[in-house]
Structures are given as C-alpha cells and as structure tokens.
C-alpha cells in the first residue's frame, strides 16, 4: 500500500522548510532509510530519510518549494500502484541567486573566473552548501565556474572565491612604503543574517527575556579523568580517541539521572520530566550553532558516545546533517574549553530547563593538605529556568556531577 510522506518538523518551532534537492526521482527504488530528499531549515540542509521502502511513486513538490511542516511531499509504494492526484505544492521558492551581488573588495571588483556555469536551461548547477555559503557571503554564483560533476558550483569553489579576496583586502591595507604601515579605516560593512543566524537571534532573543534564569558554578579537580583519558587513548586508534569532553557528556547524562527536574521542559501549569536522558553538544558551523543529539545518554559506554557524537559532529559541519541528528534533546552542553575560555554562561536553549556552559580543563597551582601543588582544575556553570528548579537544587546538581568526574570509574560501572 502506498505511503504518504510529509515534510518533517524539525524543532518545535519550525513552520516550513526549503526542498532544496530531490535525492530519488519518479520509478526509482528506495529502501527503507534511504535518503529521500535535502531541504534546508532555519537550523541546516538536513537530508530527509524514507521510512517506507518500495519504489517512488510521486513527488508532490518541486524542488525550490516552500513546503509547510506535515505537508505531504512524496509518495512511496509498489510498481505500478495507483495514486492520487497531486496534492497542491508548496509556495515557490523566490529565486535569491538573481539577486545577488558579486563579492567586492574596498573599489575593486571580484576576482572571479570568467566562464559562467550555466546550463541551457538558466538554473544554476550548485550543491546546496555552495549555494548556502555563497548567499550567506554575498557571491554570485553565476559568476563561478563550478569544478564538480558537469560543471556544478562545490562549497570548495565557493570557499577559494572568499579566500581570494581576503588576500586582496590584505594586500592592499599595506603600504609600499619600506618600514610604514598605512592605517586605512574601513568602510562600514552590512551584513545579511543567514536563516540559521536569524533563527538564533529569535530564539535565544525568546529565551532571555521570557525565561527567568539563573547561574551556579562549581570547579571540578580533573586530575582522575584526564588520567584515565590518556590510558585508554593509550589502546584506542587515533580517530577513536576519547576527548575531555566524552567524559563530561557521560557525566552529565548520569548525574541527569538523579536530578530529573533539570532534564526536563516547562509547560505553562505543569513540568514535563523527561524519561530519556538525550544529551545535547553546541557545535560551530558556518553562520551559527548547532546542537547534536546524542540519544539514551545514560546508557551508552564512553566509547559508543564518543564515536556517535563525531559522526553527527561532522555531518552537521559539512551541511549534512540528518533530523535524528539535531532533534529530541532535553538537556544541553556548550564546551569552549579548546578556545583556551576559562568560564562563561550559557542561554537555555529553549524548551529545555537548563545548559552547562564548560570552560577548559587547565593545570593550575592548588593547594592540598595545606601544600601548593600543581593539579588540573575546570570550571562550569549550569543555567537554570527558575520556573522548573531553584538554586539549591541546582548546587546539587553541580556536586553530583563532581562524583562522576572526580572518580571517573563510576562512569564505568
């Protein structure tokens, strides 16, 4: 029997999404967990998994489309089944790339290929993260000649472009004058926010003035995990190695277990405790953050978290990243410990009731027994929605986690 699938929510407060590409076409086979097709949210082009295998029998939108969230998109089912009329599409998508101005130095314009690559048709051959990096930095993509497949645009292609002219932006901000340095001020510069900028702005915007917060921090002795860190290492291939951070996730996720107020959402009268400790990772990507969903955080081996959390990791900063990768978490972590950050704060990310900001993990003088000694030390605060805990809870939850990386063998166990 032939099954519908609909565009899917990818957060709670996604509306629509972007059919950036179909993966399959009409009379194609696709199995269950293939990927479908890649639209782009206000959070990434997520790449959108069938849940039914068969063969496609009909896609309802077009690529481009603006497609509200539920709305029916393709259907799958048996060769040769009957179905339904089309259902009406989603909005078109307004074309931004004729829009767009090519990238200028300070008078002089872009260092661009001449050859355009256009196919006869008019639309631009481009990946949808070139084209995602090229909005985002105000390139023309007509103006580049794509080296990928048929003369398709790549992020790499994009990239060379933007590298080219910070070169020339440095180059001429320096005299040729032996010995002197010409101070040129330069102009002022707008700059158009990318969806994902634009969606964190609203929400953390959201999340500050309406989630009253509050702040505990605590400073853990980190000389046992990184101890045992190395000895595992030790025995592990360098693209399984565990980092610091490994440590802290796991931490977290069981000290989680006996604190279920702070893995929990607010709900007007109510709080909603979740069942599933599902431990959220900020991660850097082009134009924002991202938080990777490490799922049942509680009961996966050290091991097993550290390879999922990579992978996700890596999906999300080449613009790949799956629904399950980004969705469900109910508690989150903001680590800048490897920018050398010795303490900060974090907003809640919103419908969670708390995040721990973690700084880095540093040798530092301490005192023991009444003597100096060198010892590792990190800082962390976790922000609290008043309105789900109070502070006392929240210093509990604080010292809980010290059990786990103060004596890094519970984690074990």
């Known amino acids: 029997m032939a099954e519908t699938i609909n565009m899917p929510k990818l957060g709670f407060d996604m509306a629509e999404g972007v059919l950036v590409r179909w993966v399959k076409q009409v009379g194609e086979n696709i199995n269950k967990g293939d990927v479908l097709a890649e639209i782009e949210t206000d959070k ?11 063969v496609v029998l009909q896609l309802i939108v077009n690529q481009g489309d603006v497609v509200p969230v539920n709305a029916p998109i393709a259907v799958v089912g048996v060769a040769g089944e009957k179905v339904d009329a089309p259902v009406e599409s989603g909005k078109r998508k307004e074309e931004r790339v004729a829009d767009e101005k090519p990238l200028q130095t300070q008078g002089t314009p872009a260092s661009v290929p001449s050859t355009v690559s256009t196919p006869s048709d008019g639309a631009i051959k481009a990946s949808p993260l070139a084209k995602k990096i090229a909005r985002d930095n105000n390139i023309n993509l007509a103006q580049l000649q794509g080296t990928g497949p048929g003369g398709r645009v790549v992020r790499k292609d994009v990239e060379s472009v933007i590298s080219d002219q910070s070169s020339v932006i440095s180059k001429r901000a320096v005299s040729p004058i032996t010995n002197y340095q010409l101070q040129i001020t330069p102009e002022d510069e707008t700059v158009q926010l990318t969806k994902l900028r634009q969606a964190i702005a609203r929400r953390m915007t959201e999340s500050k003035t309406s989630v009253p917060h509050f702040y505990v921090s605590h400073e853990y002795k980190m000389d046992a995990v990184m101890a045992m860190r190395k000895q595992v290492n030790e025995h592990l291939p360098d693209n399984e190695k ?9 931490a977290v996720a069981l000290a989680l277990r006996e604190f279920p ?20 990772v900020a991660v850097a990507v082009t134009g ?18 550290s390879a999922d959390v990579k992978q996700k990791v890596a999906r999300a900063r080449d613009g790949k990243v799956k629904p399950d990768d980004i969705e469900g978490s109910t508690f989150s972590i903001s680590n800048l410990g490897m920018y050398d950050v010795e ?25 023991e027994s009444g003597e100096v000694k060198i010892g590792w030390r990190m800082k962390a605060t976790v922000s609290v929605d008043h309105r789900v805990s109070d502070g006392a809870e929240a210093a509990q939850f604080m010292q809980s986690l010290a059990k786990y990386l103060e004596t890094p063998a519970l984690m074990l166990v």
Not at 44 to 54: F, I, M, N, R, W
Not at 288 to 305: A, C, E, F, H, S
């Open 261 to 280: 107020n702070l893995n929990a959402t607010f709900a007007g009268d109510k709080v909603i405790r979740h069942g599933a400790v599902n431990v959220g």
């Open 242 to 250: 565990l980092s610091v951070n490994d440590f802290i996730v796991k």
């Open 288 to 305: 924002g953050l991202l938080t990777v969903v490490n799922k049942n955080t509680d009961q996966l081996p050290l091991r097993q978290i």
């Open 44 to 54: 990434a082009t997520v790449e959108v998994e069938s849940p039914a295998g068969g």
């Open 343 to 367: 303490n900060f704060i974090a907003i809640v990310n919103p419908p969670e009731a708390a995040i721990l900001a973690v700084g880095s993990a540093r040798e530092v003088p301490v005192v």
